[in-house]
């Protein structure tokens, strides 16, 4: 399966599809995010986190494309605000932002994820965090 075919299945099972067990069937074992090696449950556990916190949540890639084991994905994320997410309580908003992500996949898996979010823009949507102390 081409590289891109693989991460346009990745965020349909797993986002648009709710099904974090696409961790276990799409990621390497030793897969990789942002330089830090979780494997499949830390990112399965990191998929959680976003349907926890958002139902519905509606993943859009704008724009992809590959060089080699390389794919960039332009993606457009909607949720509906209806849990915890790091430490914003639910606010029964609507919420919009978007993300690029660079994946590198390996013998027909993604092996390792690099993403920019914009959290800032998300987070003005839905409440700030609580300040660290």
Partial sequence: MPAVDVVRRFYAEAIN??????????LTSDFAHDGVQRGRAGQREAVEVFL?????????????FASGDLVCARQTWRGHHVGN?????????DATFTSTAVLRV??????????????????GQIGMPPAAS
Avoid at 17 to 25: F, K, M, V
Avoid at 52 to 64: K, M, N, S, V
Avoid at 106 to 123: K, M, N
Wanted: proline share 4%; charged share 25%; aromatic share 12%.
């Fill in 85 to 93: 997410f790091y430490g914003v309580p639910a606010s029964d908003r």
């Fill in 106 to 123: 390996r013998d027909g898996l993604i092996a390792e994820a690099w993403d920019q979010i914009d959290l800032f823009g998300l987070f």
């Fill in 17 to 26: 599809g709710r099904d974090a067990s696409a961790c276990n069937r799409l």
């Fill in 52 to 64: 926890g916190a958002f139902d519905p949540l509606d993943h859009t890639i704008d724009a992809i």
